[in-house]
């Protein structure tokens, strides 16, 4: 019976907004999703297409829980692949500039820069500040080349991060 084509089977998919575990609720789920849509819908339902929720659930649910993939595939009613490519499109998407530019900007005019003075000031008395830094190592999986580059000074793979924020906790840079 060679060369017969065989009917695929589909697992069933759970409902993404009925599970647990994204660090958000259903309204910020729908929010990312209408807020990515663009970046992550697919352009047919062929082969049963994921609609962009069921994409930003599995994104979210994966950075949230640090899950294997395999594990978030099986919760999905997906395979631990299709998890690995829609993690991959979710962060692609997140960190289009369009989208970074929404939530993240460092304040340029010297109003903006007025007002985080004052914010700082009225916070702890310290004047003329814009921002705070702090960093960290966020450790990763160790890459297959310049391996030894991503090694920090506690002997675990890492990048090196850098944060910026404004008085309101609010990310600047």
């Known amino acids: 019976m060679a060369g017969r084509n065989r009917q695929r089977v589909f697992q069933e998919r759970k409902e993404p907004l009925q599970l647990y575990g994204y660090r958000m609720n259903a309204f910020g789920i729908r929010f990312v999703s209408r807020m990515l849509r663009p970046y992550l819908e697919s352009p047919t339902d062929r082969n049963h297409a994921l609609s962009v929720t069921v994409k930003v659930a599995i994104g979210l649910r994966f950075l949230a829980?640090?899950?294997?993939?395999?594990?978030?595939?099986?919760?999905?009613g997906v395979s631990q692949p299709t998890v690995s490519r829609v993690v991959t499109q979710f962060i692609n998407a997140l960190t289009m500039p369009q989208i970074v530019a929404r939530f993240i900007k460092f304040p340029r005019s010297d109003a903006e820069v007025r007002l985080n003075q004052i914010g700082f000031h009225a916070i702890a008395g310290f004047p003329g500040i814009v921002g705070v830094i702090d960093g960290t190592h966020i450790r990763i999986v160790?890459?297959?080349?310049?391996?030894?580059?991503f090694v920090n000074r506690k002997q675990f793979h890492s990048i090196n991060v850098q944060m910026v924020f404004d008085h309101r906790c609010k990310i600047i840079d």
């Not at 829980?65 to 999905?76: A, I, S, V, Y």
């Open 142 to 149: 160790a890459p297959s080349q310049n391996e030894a580059d």
């Open 65 to 76: 829980t640090g899950k294997m993939q395999l594990c978030n595939g099986d919760d999905f």
